[in-house]
């Protein structure tokens, strides 16, 4: 059937032109260019061509995104050489690893905040947000740290989301649509939206759009309790017990903006912009396929449904003034992040061994909120003129305020232990935290010749971080009433006074040197050294009391050395309260070149990253409570290389090509840990030096062609395809202990765009050939072992989805 399924789809993409347009002879469209059309970007903080920069970068402009469907980043970036997308959904997100710099197993670490490996803007504001790629001018991707070019600090890497800005030349509409289905979905998905700009004067200009993305999900969840705590979450399918339900990753997401620029002169030029997105989540795109129940491929062995709401808004204002001698730039941005989700915390609990599972009826879930509220300051001063001198300053000033709750709830078990509580309450954890991050930055190039020039740069910045957090157990505790934090809400929570043993500050300097030298009109190659870094923080949690055999030490985190069990090698080995920054060295040598007379651009890099102190995931020896700590040194070689070829007037191929070859430099004591069956005792094994990091595959190749035909009746036709591959990816380091290696695999797309003056419809077909992806993994296949009657389902993998099959149109007034 499926055989099939691929036969008519691609028949359906290939007869297309034949029944809608009724051509006889195609003719080649005379709208394309006889060269290759050049990308402007402000990746060094100045208009430039994408060719002329000499630094790593690639643009996704507009009428890419258009053309190839891309709806999110990690459709995108599968076309942009370095960098990884491990798409997990809209449930949880997307996971950035730039040149495998990523040393926590698959399925850790968070995407709230702007710190990490790669950071994320939206137009001149740093903010942490997986955003809908609708109306925006462009996207550029800069690899490598670029802490002297912008206020974010970051290790990797730097995504911009550039929108379009309001304009003062005419009144545009368009309007946009997509109906589409997937092989697994019950339901048609859609995505509609429009875009308003409204010049009100010669110097006033609103622009405004929305959208709203309706996808019906495809990952079903035949194991859910009808109880919790009552049902028999082990029953098999088709059980009383169970409520299954269809389609529970479906996504729900509306996103908005509005812009107001004022041009009074030609001195000045300020935009003022809201931005806001609202996503509701069904569940987690996970497959459950791995594990010991009946799951197929596209099912999720959950026992309650876990849903979520993320909410995204930000107010930035852009002001550009031309002073003569130089161009101030001040950016203004302030943001707030909001989540509240529901999760199953059953195999968990079943995990630690507390005896929970040996009530038959044993169904935990979480709810947890988080609040993230940010306001930034960037001012920078960019010199202008024809001088062999050219430099850039900026300061920047950032502060993230954190609060966040988690309740972990076990429906009927207190009755079960003979226990007083009535709320059902098993685990409450609450924490805020204040980060404030300073600095300074700023480049200077000297021009020697007309063909070699040399930049330096440097950064300076200080941050101060305070955090408090308290950890209540009321079911062990014994006491009846309820908890005093779970009553209080986040904004009582986040009242609540700093701990000073968790209070952290740091201070240091980054630096850069980057020279390029012009062959030729045709070719450039380049060579930079930069600096990266990324803030270092709190994990909570109370200290430890001395060992003490007979009255153990709770719940808390040991300090460095601190002794906590009888055994000679019962100490520990971490900082379990905090971590520091972790930093990077990037090494890189490139070239650039336009061939071909201007039908062709081919760009290549080699790169040597070193990383030092780099942060990962672990958790506290007493309880398991999940932790970053610092590890050794690790690094990350490779090379990357894109082409855009124009074949022909009518024949565009883009192509792209990285290896990354990373490891540890050093032995990490304790990193790679085993389960040790049965139960879930956990064995840990050092790092060793030469062990490949995980979360990145060492190749990646992607391939897009299109091709533009005249037909007879004087409309245009557009036949795109395009394919993307990655190879294998570890979900530990080393591919030792219980580690997974996700397989390769390879997305193909196709399309047919038909024009008819000012709109368009297209035909598309994506994941032609229905390819099953395991993007990512959590945990491990000894997981999935029964214990004391029940099953723990811990193993599942992230998926991307099935093929699906469309209709896109837009139309301009």
């Not at 080699?606 to 309880?623: F, G, I, M």
């Not at 855009?644 to 007037?649: F, I, P, V, Y």
Request: net charge negative.
């Amino acid at each position: 059937m499926n055989q099939n399924f691929k036969k008519t789809a691609l028949a359906a993409a290939i007869a297309l032109p034949s029944f809608s347009v009724g051509f006889v002879t195609p003719a080649i469209s005379q709208e394309r260019a006889a060269v290759l059309e050049e990308v402007i970007v402000t990746a060094t903080r100045r208009a430039g061509s994408l060719q002329d920069l000499p630094i790593n970068i690639a643009a996704i402009t507009g009428d890419s995104i258009k053309e190839q469907g891309f709806g999110d980043i990690a459709e995108a970036l599968a076309y942009v050489p370095g960098i990884n997308a491990v798409d997990r959904g809209g449930r949880n997100g997307q996971q950035l690893v730039v040149r495998g710099l990523n040393a926590d197993p698959l399925g850790q670490g968070s995407n709230i905040g702007t710190g990490g490996t790669v950071a994320t803007y939206v137009g001149e504001i740093p903010l942490g947000v997986d955003m809908r790629l609708v109306d925006m001018d462009r996207v550029e991707v800069l690899l490598g740290p670029q802490g002297t070019l912008y206020g974010a600090g970051t290790m990797g890497g730097a995504i911009r989301y550039i929108p379009n800005r309001p304009n003062f030349e005419s009144t545009d509409v368009n309007v946009r649509g997509e109906l589409y289905k997937n092989s697994e979905s019950e339901d048609f998905s859609t995505d509609l939206g429009f875009t308003l700009n409204l010049p009100i004067s010669d110097t006033l200009a609103v622009r405004a759009s929305l959208d709203r993305y309706d996808d019906a999900g495809f990952i079903d969840q035949p194991f859910i309790v009808k109880m919790p705590g009552v049902s028999e979450p082990d029953s098999p399918r088709g059980s009383d017990e169970l409520a299954p339900r269809k389609d529970t990753n479906s996504q729900e997401s509306v996103t908005a903006k509005v812009a107001i620029r004022w041009q009074p002169t030609d001195n000045f030029d300020a935009t003022l912009t809201y931005y806001s997105q609202t996503e509701d989540n069904g569940g987690r795109t996970i497959s459950a396929q791995r594990g010991e129940l009946a799951t197929g491929k596209w099912e999720n062995a959950q026992r309650v449904a876990e849903p979520n709401e993320e909410e995204t808004s930000l107010l930035a204002l852009e002001v550009i003034a031309d002073l003569g001698f130089a161009e101030l730039t001040s950016a203004t941005g302030s943001s707030k992040y909001e989540e509240q989700g529901q999760r199953d915390q059953t195999d968990l609990l079943i995990s630690l061994e507390y005896s929970y599972e040996t009530f038959p009826t044993f169904t935990a879930l979480t709810r947890e909120d988080d609040r993230l509220e940010t306001f930034s300051q960037e001012l920078r001063l960019v010199s202008q003129g024809d001088s062999e001198l050219s430099w850039i300053v900026g300061a920047f000033y950032n502060k993230e305020e954190y609060v966040g709750s988690s309740a972990e709830y076990t429906p009927e078990l207190a009755d079960f232990f003979g226990s007083s509580r009535t709320d059902d309450l098993e685990y409450f954890e609450a924490g805020s935290s204040k980060l404030v991050e300073k600095a300074v930055f700023g480049e200077v190039t000297y021009e020697l010749t007309d063909a070699w020039q040399v930049t330096f740069g440097a950064r300076y910045y200080e941050y101060e971080l305070e955090a408090q957090s308290t950890v209540d157990f009321p079911l062990y505790d014994g006491f009846s009433g309820p908890s005093d934090f779970v009553a209080e809400g986040l904004n009582q929570i986040e009242m609540r006074a700093f701990d000073p043993s968790l209070a952290q500050d740091d201070s240091g300097t980054l630096f850069k040197l980057n020279t390029s030298y012009a062959l030729s009109d045709e070719i450039n190659v380049y060579g930079t050294i930069s600096e990266g870094y990324r803030i270092g923080g709190s994990n909570g949690g109370a200290p430890c009391d001395a060992y003490d055999p007979n009255a153990g030490q709770g719940n808390c985190n040991l300090a460095p050395g601190q002794q906590f069990g009888p055994g000679p090698d019962d100490f520990a080995k971490f900082d379990e309260r905090a971590y520091v920054s972790d930093t990077t060295r990037n090494y890189e040598l490139g070239v650039k070149s336009t061939l071909l007379d201007g039908r062709m651009t081919l760009n290549a890099a080699v790169y040597l990253v070193e990383w030092d102190d780099p942060q990962l995931s672990s958790a506290t020896v007493n309880a398991s409570i999940p932790i970053t700590i610092n590890a050794g040194g690790a690094e990350s070689t490779g090379v990357e290389m894109n082409i855009d070829w124009l074949a022909t007037d009518a024949l565009r191929v883009r192509g792209s090509f990285s290896h990354t070859s990373t490891e540890l430099t050093s032995d990490v004591p304790s990193l790679i840990r085993t389960i040790i069956t049965p139960g879930f005792a956990t064995a840990f094994e050092d790092g060793i030096k030469g062990d490949r990091l995980p979360g990145s595959p060492e190749n990646q190749v992607s391939l897009f062609a299109s091709y533009d035909m005249t037909l007879s009746n004087g409309n245009d036709l557009t036949l795109n395809a395009g394919y993307a591959w990655q190879g294998d990816v570890l979900s530990r380091t080393g591919g030792r202990g219980d580690s997974l290696t996700l397989d390769s695999y390879g997305i193909a797309n196709a399309a047919a765009v038909y024009r008819v003056d000012n709109w368009n419809v297209t035909f598309f077909v994506d994941n032609v050939f229905n390819e099953f992806a395991e993007s990512g993994v959590e945990q491990t296949a000894l997981f999935n072992q029964t214990v004391s009657g029940a099953t723990n389902r811990y193993f599942k993998s992230n998926v991307l989805p099935p093929r699906s099959m469309g209709l896109r149109f837009s139309m301009d007034f």
